[in-house]
Every structure is written in C-alpha cells, then in structure tokens.
C-alpha cells in the first residue's frame, strides 16, 4: 500500500500523517511493553498516581544512557492485534 496510514481510522491516520512527515524511519524506535511508561496508563492507573511513578516521568532506565545501550531495533514489527479498533475494516467492492 503507498500510503499505509490510510489503513487506520481517521484519528490514528492523521497522526501518522504527521509524523512521517515530519521524521525519517531510521528515527524511529520499537519500545515493547514492559519498557512503555504508556502501558501504565492503559493498564487503568489513576493520573494522580502516574505522575507520581517514576517511571512515567523519566521512562526506560535505557533511555538514559547512550544509544549504544539501548535495545536492538526488531528485524519485524509484531503484527497488529486482530480486531483492533483502529484498523480499518477491508471495504469490499459493491459489484462482488
């Protein structure tokens, strides 16, 4: 597909609108979900609470130290989750 942001819903594709273009892919990271201080707020911890955590304030303890540290880009990206709600639905032709 030459525009894979179109396969997203409208919130999601605007985003990765912008940021490719405004970014390189070789500036892009992979952090998995043990390393995600996100992951913190979409497990169902309070805002008060994350802005106490450490981790949500300074994320990884990878992040600081240099790049050399940090750890390896995936060869593959893991698929995204069947279903997800911000995939967009295969549209079928109305002549099928």
């Given amino acids: 597909m030459a525009n ?3 396969r997203f819903r409208v919130f999601v594709a ?3 609108s912008v940021i490719h273009e405004n970014s390189d892919v ?7 979900t043990k390393n995600n201080p996100a992951e913190i707020a979409s497990r169902g ?4 609470h994350c802005a106490k955590t450490e981790f949500w304030i300074q994320g990884p ?8 540290y940090w750890p390896p880009r995936p060869a ?3 698929p995204l989750p069947i279903g997800d709600p911000e995939v ?5 032709p109305p002549w099928r």
């Fill in 4 to 6: 894979p942001s179109r």
């Fill in 14 to 16: 605007n985003r990765l």
């Fill in 26 to 32: 070789s500036q892009w990271r992979y952090v998995d």
């Fill in 45 to 48: 911890l309070l805002p008060d």
């Fill in 61 to 68: 303890a990878f992040l600081q130290r240099s790049e050399d």
């Fill in 76 to 78: 593959v990206l893991p």
């Fill in 88 to 92: 967009k639905a295969k549209e079928v």
